[in-house]
């Protein structure tokens, strides 16, 4: 027997050098480093992120990766590997500059590693971390809170010691695209809205948003003077009568064989506009400078086949590059800025202005159009620069309703940095709309400078940029909607701070203005990048290419109760109210009492999160609905808990009871 045992033991022992013998080394550099994300550029086998040496602190080394905070990856196991290692800093080469973080989870025991803030002309940090037994590590680069300039991260010596399978590098986990918001029900239901302002004698030009089996009659009750519906198409138009500022109390209603619908709706005539967030389409995300009229027309076709226009949606937006401009790879955006009598000239794929926005209005929706204070537009196409006013009347000669107003060159015009400067244009812009016969909403353009949510509505703005472009960091969406939400106090009816589009279906690349592709978040993301702009009262200006709208994209764009959040007529800014690890509870107040709660898992692998009644400032029981699914969970005393997966949501509706 003892015999029998020594064998058994020698046996198992040999395996095991056999098993150790097997054990090498895959280095990061050999993978596929396209599945790598980060904020930058592209990841460089065994260079820097800029392709010079990877140097740390001084030391070079041969082997290795660099890359660009703020991004990461996903590495798949097969339970059989040892150790993850490797030497990680930022790169001298950014000559003191720039900053990360790194962090680094497994699927089985949470977090492995947590750099802290790396910073250059520092000893970088050794990781050795043990993956026995795990099947996925995720890896986190952050940006430390700082910008992403110079943020050069080396991944130095980084290697897998593994005794089965090769390491596979993902972007992320896959998801499948699962549809949460249930078909809209056959009988009506009005949405949108429920706040609209208009200036005295200004034309007014509104489609009732509703859902249901058509044809669909409509009506309003109480309308005043001077305006007419079309009950067939649910279009409002026409200007009312009396020019005394006050406020309508109006009820829309639509019927169908099913059933009936109504709804307030309080028309307030006065100097405010954009009483809600505006919603609508624009071109830049999915053409830049491809745009075209009869792309604009199609858009705006689409926004009602789809349904996009049922919900709400209703300005269809023209960003740059429908001016001429010096010089251009298609000789039709070529030409002279303005005529003799220094009029903007469109470029030849817009032949007639006027005609263009007639047709977006006669769908019942409302046209938009872009411009800069300076002498070019960001693309160098023509600007506004001493032709403002004449610019301004003449938008408003051809119709349109909504002017994005970018600061691009006026960089050139400004003396210094001072707030004064920072104001001068818009000043000057704000104050020539509101002369105007026609109601102009203005989006002020200009990245968060001089910190425009103080006084954006001083100048004549209803919506302002607070952060750069989204398209560069649109991985990091979680962490723009927080630097936003910081500015919840200056955020109120006519006023909206914009962290930019939705970016979700197919877009191109911001960096290489590429055409349309599948937009990078995973299914879960999308839903949190939504619900987080709800919950701040964003504007929700879908900039994905309208052909390409499929079931999953509308699923996230057209729930009109989450939408219902968005458009709250008490216009509350909603920010997040408490973290516990990696989870954020969010909340925003709403008309009657009512509250919007978010409850998100930032964290890379599925996790229960609660909802504390004191992190939320909830009173009492409350009747929970997941406004997703459209359901009610039922009657809650002082706390909800739900599992949340990797940066998904749960968005909620919680009523006194």
């Known amino acids: 027997m003892k015999a029998f045992q020594a064998c058994v033991a020698g046996l198992v022992f040999l395996f095991a050098l056999s098993v150790m013998a097997e054990s090498r080394t895959v280095w990061l550099d050999q993978l596929d480093l396209g599945q790598m994300r980060q904020g930058w550029g592209k990841p460089v086998a065994n260079h820097s992120v800029v392709s010079m040496p990877l140097r740390l602190n ?15 990856f996903h590495v798949i196991l097969d339970g059989n590997a040892e150790r993850f290692q490797a030497v990680v800093g930022i790169d001298d080469e950014t000559v003191g500059r720039g900053s990360a973080t790194v962090k680094i989870y497994s699927d089985k025991g949470g977090l492995l590693f947590d750099s802290g803030v790396l910073k250059p002309n520092q000893p970088p940090q050794q990781i050795d971390a043990d993956i026995r037994g795990v099947n996925r590590i995720a890896v986190i680069v952050g940006a430390a809170d700082n910008g992403n300039a110079y943020d050069h991260l080396d991944w130095a ?11 596979q590098l993902v972007s992320a986990p896959p998801e499948e695209k699962v549809i949460l918001t249930p078909k809209p029900a056959r009988t009506p239901r009005i949405n949108g809205p429920r706040l609209y302002g208009v200036r005295p004698g200004s034309p007014f030009l509104f489609r009732i948003p509703a859902t249901g089996e058509r044809p669909i009659q409509f009506s309003v009750q109480s309308l005043p003077e001077g305006l007419k519906l079309d009950s067939d198409t649910a279009i409002i138009s026409g200007t009312i009568a009396d020019l005394t500022p006050k ?12 059933g009936k619908a109504e709804r307030p709706f309080r028309i307030v005539v006065g100097d405010t506009l954009a009483l809600t967030p505006p919603m609508g389409w624009n071109h830049w995300y999915a053409h830049y400078h491809n745009v075209t009229d009869k792309m604009m027309r199609e858009s705006a076709d689409i926004m009602v086949s789809t349904g996009m226009a049922d919900v709400g949606y209703a300005y269809v937006n023209i960003d740059d590059c429908w001016m001429n401009t010096a010089k251009h790879a298609d000789p039709l955006r ?21 005609a263009l926005t007639d047709y977006v209005h006669s769908k019942g929706l409302k046209a938009g159009l872009y411009t800069s204070p300076g002498p070019t537009t960001c693309a160098g196409f023509a600007g506004s620069y001493q032709h403002e006013e004449q610019d301004a009347e003449t938008f408003a ?7 994005k107003y970018d600061w691009c060159s006026y960089g050139q015009i400004a003396k210094g940095e001072s ?8 000043i000057l812009m704000g104050g020539i709309l509101e002369r105007l016969d026609r109601d102009i909403v203005l989006n002020l353009c200009q990245y968060g400078m001089g910190e425009v949510w103080k006084w954006g509505s001083e100048v004549g703005g209803h919506c302002w940029r607070t952060a750069g472009d989204l398209g560069f960091e649109l991985t990091q969406y979680h962490d723009v909607a927080s630097r936003n939400a910081e500015h919840w106090p200056h955020a109120h009816p006519g006023a909206w701070n914009d962290p930019d589009y939705l970016l979700i279906g197919a877009v191109g690349d911001a960096a290489t203005l590429s055409k349309p592709i599948p937009c990078p978040l995973t299914p879960n993301e999308q839903y949190s990048y939504m619900s987080l702009w709800c919950l701040m009262a ?29 458009q709250d007529p008490l216009g509350k800014q909603g920010y997040c109210v408490a973290k516990h690890g990696d989870a954020e509870i969010w909340r925003k107040e709403l008309e009657g009492g009512d509250v919007a709660i978010g409850m998100f898992n930032r964290g890379e692998f599925e996790s229960p999160v609660t909802l504390n009644w004191t992190d939320a400032s909830l009173n009492g029981k409350q009747l929970l609905r997941d406004l997703w699914r459209q359901t009610d969970l039922g009657i809650f005393d002082t706390e909800f808990t739900a599992p949340i997966p990797r940066h998904g949501v749960m968005l909620l509706g919680a009523t006194p009871e």
């Open 157 to 167: 010596d980084a290697r897998f010691i593994v005794a089965g399978a090769d390491p």
């Open 247 to 258: 406020a309508y109390e109006t009820t829309l209603i639509a019927q169908n064989a099913l």
């Open 334 to 354: 070529v030409g002279p800025f303005r005529d003799e009598n220094g009029e903007i000239l469109p470029n030849k794929h817009f032949p007639d202005m006027k």
């Open 538 to 566: 964003s504007p929700l200006f879908y900039s994905g290419d309208m052909p390409s709208l499929d079931e999953f994209t509308l699923n996230v764009l057209c729930n009109p109760e989450v939408i219902d959040i968005d």
């Open 58 to 72: 001084g030391t070079t080394y041969e082997r290795g990766v660099g890359s660009h905070a703020p991004g990461g």
């Open 397 to 403: 000669r051809w119709g349109f309703d909504f002017l």
């Open 419 to 426: 707030l004064e400067e920072f104001k001068k244009p818009y």
